[in-house]
């Protein structure tokens, strides 16, 4: 029984800790292992992109893999077994480089020359004995115009880099950053294999089997291993056009309703907590007949200009580069 604040929120932590190994997620978890491991036995390193949409678990897949290789604090030396790096909207070269230097802990990296930089990410790579690194969020290097976009000073850096460091690396990130691969002939030729993380969908039987499939497992996380069949009828719908079918809409849309749920004492889910999660958590402008949750909505997804799930300018621009 959930008896004060720090209780529910309690409550609350351990679902979101959990992870739900979905078969994209497990395939792209095992893809790093495969490459990680495979150095580690001495063979010429080997490079692996993870790919999606936004929400489809991409990060969640580096942060679980990371998981098992924590920081070790050895009495001569920090060893850092898999450094992850998150690569910033609109990235210098000297951005990146400061961006390394920092995950690793090394003081004052914004100091020096582009090339010093460059010279100390590669021996602090090898100093802290880093096996394998990851770059999140890699369609940053891409550029963010028609001009720049594609090979620029950035993409010919990382080229440089992977020639140098010797250790394998994951690209993780939106899916038009396979672009890398036209721009990087080193990339594309020690590349182990895109892994793509998809939506779900529910446009056949098989589809929305495996979409009624995740919603049961969250079902059952948020009402404390007693689901109330949140997967069943009209409600798998109104799921999926709520989320796109992206686990991570998902996970925030679900637990968003187990919060509400909590904080008003009942026993389960009822339709107005997820109405009022879309809006809180997933959209605010999505009220009334924009709502999949209310009496009005319209099965259909949300990706109409200036909906939730609408195209960006610039990644339909990005597609249509690649």
Known sequence: MITSSTDLYDEIGKVEQRRLLFPDFDKAYRRISRIHKMSLAGNQPRHLMILGPSGAGKSSVLEEYIRYFPVVEEPEQRRIPVLRV???SSPTVRSLAEDILKA???PMAYRGTVNEKTDRVISSLQKLKVELLMLDEVQHLLGATKRSFGS???TEWLKTLL???DIPVVLAGLPYGRALLSTNEQLRRRLDG???L???SVEDEDSAADF?????WFDSEIHSGQPIGLHEADMLYRLYYATDGLIGYLSKLLIGAMEIRLEHGHKQVENWMLEQSFTQNLWDEGIGALNP???KFVRRRLNKTNELFAPTVFSAMAVSAT
């Open 86 to 88: 998150e690569i910033k």
């Open 104 to 106: 690793m802990g090394v």
């Open 152 to 154: 620029n000073n950035e």
């Open 163 to 165: 020639n140098q460091i």
């Open 194 to 196: 895109v892994r793509n």
């Open 198 to 200: 998809n939506s779900f």
């Open 212 to 216: 009624a499939g995740v919603i049961s």
């Open 293 to 295: 949750f209310h009496k």
